[in-house]
């Protein structure tokens, strides 16, 4: 093929900006930092105060490049978000497990987004899983608080390679879907290698039986990850569908009772 047609040639199928603000030490760079691929530097000159990466990822078989702005998390951070928070489609809410502090402050960032960004989508991170054993926030109760606020949550670890990518994947498809896009290739839906492993090996074991596997360490926490993820899904879809047939059994029993109403009338 000629260059100059491989030059024009885009390498993705959409482009994303989402925007990561929380506290300055919870760990936003360090979930960057881990990702294999893409541009570290800003597009845009005099951006000292904020962290660009790039990275792609794909999603039903679509190629979706993100561009991750990371705010400083300092004083200015109102500023910071009124600037870069033009044109995102997604917003990523970062607090530290291992300090409760951290996660008090998310409040404080939540009332800025949606002054600056309103309607977007947002997703709840609690960073540094790995250090568990330091915990100060209580998982039920960062979920309880995303579920409240309209989020979705995740925890993830950037040392493991936990719930990165998969937090990134599931934002990316709550922003489609909110521009209207998934439409385009619902009907073409391309699962990769990786997706039809993961799946085959998730259905036949239990996440707890994974770390038994004899492979290696970065697949184990893919495993688990994808795991993870299907099992909220799963989750999810069983909630609506109970919740669908006790409404269902209600609307009958009351029309069982007007019925009888009616009888008693007529008699």
Known sequence: MPAGVNANQKSYDYLLKFLLVGDSDVGKQEILSGLEDGSLDSPFAG???????????????????LQLWDTSGQGRFSTIIRSYSRGAQGIILVYDITNKWSFDGIDRWLLEVEE??????????????????????????AETYAFKNNMVFFEVSPLCN???????????????????????????????????????????????????????QALKSCLKSYSMTSYKTRAQHSALQKEKIARKSHQQCDHINLQCRKSCTVS
């Open 116 to 141: 600056h960004a309103p309607g977007v989508p947002k997703i709840l991170i609690g960073n540094r899983l790995h250090l568990a054993f330091k915990r100060q926030v209580n998982e039920l109760t």
């Open 47 to 65: 951006a000292s105060d904020v962290a660009y990466k790039t990275t792609t990822i794909l999603l039903d078989g679509k190629r979706i490049k």
């Open 162 to 216: 936990y719930n990165i990518r998969e937090s990134f994947v599931e934002l990316s498809r709550m922003a489609l879907q909110r521009n209207g896009m998934e439409r385009l290739w619902r009907s073409n839906k391309v699962l990769t290698l990786q997706e039809l492993c993961c799946r085959t090996i998730v259905t036949r074991t239990t996440v707890y039986s994974i770390e038994q596997l004899p492979l290696p």
